[in-house]
Nanobody, 122 residues
Framework: QVQLQESGPGLVKPSQTLSLTCTVSGGSITTNDFSWSWIRQPPGKGLEWMGV???????YYSPSLGGRTSISRDTSKKQFSLQLSSVTPEDTAVYYC??????????????WGQGTQVTVSS
């Protein structure tokens, strides 16, 4: 059974870089059946897909974030990380990591971390 857990600071100052790590238990992040995504939910709003790293290390990001997103991985530690630069208070959200399972009909997310609250404030 797969488990994911987010970790990182809960408070970030404006203009700084938000950094989070997702640790995966069970399975492998290099298995080509799956990808690994970061998703966030601002207060009172819906889920926003931020980006993904595929099994081979290729990354794809939501253009709505203006190129501020970077996702990397450490396969030996079964971890993948998020860096969001130049943050503002609008980046305050609960941040989730999730496994993406892609089919012809679309991508589904059967496993999520519990989420971690990140507040951007001076």
């Amino acid at each position: 059974q797969v488990q994911l857990q987010e970790s990182g600071p809960g408070l970030v100052k404006p203009s700084q870089t938000l950094s989070l790590t997702c640790t995966v238990s069970g399975g492998s992040i290099t298995t080509n059946d799956f990808s690994w995504s970061w998703i966030r939910q601002p207060p009172g709003k819906g889920l926003e897909w931020m980006g993904v790293i595929a099994y081979d290390g290729n990354t794809y990001y939501s253009p709505s974030l203006g190129g501020r997103t970077s996702i990397s991985r450490d396969t030996s530690k079964k971890q993948f990380s998020l860096q969001l630069s130049s943050v503002t208070p609008e980046d305050t959200a609960v941040y989730y990591c999730a496994r993406g399972d892609t089919y012809y009909s679309g991508t589904y997310y059967p496993y999520w971390g519990q989420g971690t609250q990140v507040t951007v404030s001076s």
